[in-house]
């Protein structure tokens, strides 16, 4: 795992890690391409080397669905949702109009909120984890009780992937103990749900 993790499971944690997110979102918000690309490559790699055991860990926590489902599941959301968005350009100038003189530059947004349901617990969590990455946001997911521990796991590996290829730390995070209070006060708190 990344360096150092602290536990949310208060509103004073969370509050106070939002403020720390904020700050890496800053820090990942002048990464380059190529720096983004790196990111995204080294965590969809990560997330599809994992697909197997946390579609086992899902199935077990959760009761739902069945391990060679999940597998697919898992092995979209990292391989083809990378292969997909890889070559799209997310930073800087994306697009010109020489004739109007209009420029499109790509901002990030700021902290996404992730809801993650208890069917598809890891597959969910990577597929968000990946875009939040590649528009260079960072994310905050909010797991589904019965799913905490497998939507957890997959997040963790994401982020230590992501963090070696040199995202800042705190780029990716969860309630560890999620509750209602919580998920209310992140939808309100973050810059997209």
């Known amino acids: 795992m990344s360096k150092k993790y602290e536990i949310i499971s208060s509103i004073e944690a969370l509050e106070a890690k939002l403020a720390k997110m904020r700050k890496a979102e800053e820090i990942y918000s002048r990464f380059t391409q190529e720096q983004v690309d790196a990111v995204c490559l080294a965590a969809a790699n990560a997330a599809d080397k994992a697909r197997i055991p946390l579609a086992k860990m899902a199935c077990e926590e959760t009761g739902m669905g069945c391990v060679e489902d999940k597998i697919i599941k898992n092995n979209y959301a990292a391989e083809h949702t990378h ?79 992501a963090v070696k290829a040199g995202a800042p730390e705190g780029i990716i995070n969860w309630i560890d103990v999620p509750s209602l209070d919580m998920t209310n006060l992140l939808m309100r708190e973050s810059d997209i749900i």
């Open 83 to 161: 292969n997909k968005y890889r070559d799209v350009k997310t930073c800087g100038v994306i697009e010109r109009d020489e004739a109007f003189g209009i420029a499109k530059i790509a901002a990030p947004l700021g902290i996404v909120c992730a809801i993650t349901p208890t069917t598809n617990p890891t597959s969910t969590a990577i597929y968000k984890i990946l875009l939040a990455l590649k528009t260079r946001n960072a994310i905050i997911i909010s797991p589904h009780p019965r799913a905490k521990n497998s939507t957890i796991a997959a997040a963790k590996i994401v982020l230590d992937a």
